[in-house]
C-alpha cells in the first residue's frame, strides 16, 4: 500500500531496533535536551527504550505510519497527530461493512460526531469525525492538575479491495486528531490528500503485521510522490465541513 503523507508530518519509526530507536530519540532533541541527558545516561537509555516499546507495539497493532505535526496557522501554534494502519478484519461485502460502521460509530460517540461514506476509486470508504474530551492526568498537565482536552478527531475506515495486497481481507484505518479544533478546515484538505492518494500493490504473501526485510520495507515505505488523485474535488466556501469530504 502506498500513500502520500501531507508535508510537516514527522515521523515515528515503526518497528524499530535498539540502535534505531536510539537515532530517532537523538534526531529529536534539541541541544539543551542533550546537554541535560548527558549527565543522566541512565535516563536517556529509558527514553531510547520507551520510545522502542512504543515502536514496536505500533508494528504489532498493524501500523504502516504514525507521525506528528507542528505548524502555525494565522499566527497561532497548532499541532496534529496521525495514524495509518491495516488489520486482518473479514468485512466481507465491502458496502455493508462501511455502512454498518457508520452507524455503529456515530450511535455510540454522541451528537457530536458525524459520518458518511464514500465512493473511491478502492471503494467504499467510512469516515467519521467529532469532538471527543481527552483527561491529561495530574502528573503529565504543565499546570500540574488534571485537565480535559477537547480533541478534534477523524476516523477513517476503507476495506482492502479484493486482489490487493494480501489474499485475506483487511482493514485500512486513517485517524487524524487536533486540539485546535479551529484549524479542522485546513487539516481536512491535508486528509482528503492523503485519502485520494491511496493505492494497493499487487497481492503480497506477507500478512498485516509481520516484519518485512529491509528491502522490503523501502518499497512499501510512503511514496513521496502523490498518485493520480481522484477527480472528485472537496467542496469549498464558508460552511464548516465535517469530514475531509465535505
Not at 455493508?96 to 464514500?118: C, E, K, P, Q, Y
Not at 492518494?197 to 516484519?211: A, L, M, Q, V, Y
Request: proline share 9%; net charge negative.
Amino acid at each position: 500500500m502506498q500513500f502520500t503523507v501531507p508535508a510537516g508530518f514527522a515521523a515515528m519509526p515503526v518497528g524499530a531496533s535498539a540502535k534505531e530507536a536510539e537515532a530517532a530519540v537523538i534526531a529529536r532533541m534539541t541541544k539543551e535536551a542533550r546537554e541535560a541527558l548527558d549527565s543522566d545516561p541512565r535516563a536517556f537509555q529509558n527514553l531510547v527504550e520507551d520510545v522502542q516499546k512504543v515502536s514496536q507495539a505500533l508494528e504489532r497493532s498493524g501500523t504502516l505510519y504514525a507521525g506528528t505535526c507542528v505548524r502555525t496557522y494565522d499566527g497561532e501554534l497548532s499541532f496534529g497527530t496521525l495514524l495509518v494502519t491495516v488489520t486482518p478484519f473479514e468485512f466481507g461485502d465491502a458496502t455493508v461493512a462501511t455502512n454498518g460502521i457508520i452507524r455503529s460509530l456515530t450511535a455510540g460517540r454522541g451528537d457530536s460526531w458525524t459520518g458518511s461514506v464514500f465512493d473511491t476509486p478502492n471503494g467504499p470508504m467510512a469516515v467519521v469525525s467529532g469532538v471527543k474530551n481527552l483527561q491529561i492526568p495530574a502528573g503529565a498537565s504543565p499546570s500540574g492538575e488534571e485537565l480535559d482536552v477537547a480533541v478534534a478527531e477523524m476516523q477513517a475506515f476503507l476495506p482492502v479491495p479484493k486482489g490487493s495486497e494480501c489474499q485475506q481481507q483487511c482493514l485500512v484505518c486513517i485517524n487524524f486528531t487536533t486540539p485546535r479544533e479551529g484549524h479542522w478546515d485546513e487539516y481536512c484538505d491535508d486528509m482528503a490528500d492523503l485519502m485520494r492518494s491511496i493505492t494497493f500493490d499487487e497481492p503480497s504473501p506477507h500478512p498485516p503485521g509481520t516484519r518485512m526485510r529491509e528491502a522490503e520495507r523501502e518499497e512499501r515505505a510512503p511514496s513521496s510522490t502523490p498518485a493520480e488523485p481522484d477527480t472528485a474535488t472537496p467542496p469549498t466556501g464558508g460552511e464548516r465541513r465535517r469530514t475531509p469530504f465535505g
